[in-house]
């Protein structure tokens, strides 16, 4: 099981202002969080990219059918959308993530 830089706990059921980190947050722009979510077996639970990571969490949380799974997030910061949409593919062909659509035969989300 690959496991990112850094894995940090994570509360599916915190509030939405405190779902990512300020160091997570847009003020960091122009950069793309890759950003992956694990159960509490570290399984590989979803992989995304988004310019604005607490937002596009709030929209998991309303229709991810892995949201209450998830334990554990790790969040890189890449330096454009571009960067970013490479690597979550790699990821997704190299960690096969359990809930990703887009490049995964498994697909959940």
Not at 95 to 108: H, L, M, T, V
Request: overall charge positive.
């Amino acid at each position: 099981m690959a496991v990112s830089k850094r894995l940090r706990r994570f509360d599916p059921r915190a509030s939405s202002t405190r779902i990512a980190t300020a160091e997570e947050s847009p003020c960091f722009a122009p950069t793309t969080a890759l950003y992956r979510f694990y159960d509490a077996g570290c399984r590989l639970l979803y992989v995304g990219v988004s310019g604005n990571p607490g937002e596009r969490w709030i929209v998991h949380r309303r229709r991810a059918p892995w949201w209450n799974n998830a334990v554990f997030v790790s969040v890189e910061l890449l330096p454009n959308m571009h960067t970013a949409l490479d690597a979550e593919r790699a990821v997704i062909a190299n960690e096969q993530p359990i809930f990703n659509k887009r490049s995964n035969a498994k697909g959940g989300e």
